[in-house]
């Protein structure tokens, strides 16, 4: 007796297909996240350095300036909402939030958040609630360092 084996092989393209589909989707995805990532780590590392320049004058002149300037707090944060404003950050990064910007008294700590929409992310929390909204939180963290010594 002779089997047929009619259609084995349209089985075997539609499953290899949805396979390949897959890997684009996870590949655009991942590779959205990555460049968001990145582009936020070069904001997050402008409105370090950016801060890192934010001169405590009172301790300065005081006399409690020591190898590097001083810094304070209100100045950092008000220096980071400077250069996000300057550079027009939110029209690139429409829900970005500054999680933190702080300093230890030499150096600044920035950390932004981004809620990032990716595009095949809205697929995959229709079947799971791994995404809620379709969106994946992207988060970085800049150091900086007053550069005057």
Known sequence: MRRREDGQITLLIIFYTLIAAAMVIVAVDASAFFLTQRGLSSV??????SAAQ???ADALYAG???DE???EAAGVRAAVATYLEDHAVATTYPSLQVAEAGTD??????TLTEDKKLPFVALVSAITSAFPGGTARV????HARSPFR
């Open 44 to 49: 997050a590392d402008g409105a370090a350095v």
């Open 54 to 56: 934010a001169l405590d």
């Open 64 to 66: 409690r300036a020591g």
């Open 69 to 71: 300037l001083p810094l």
């Open 105 to 110: 008294g030499e150096t600044v700590t920035v």
């Open 139 to 142: 988060e970085v963290t800049a």
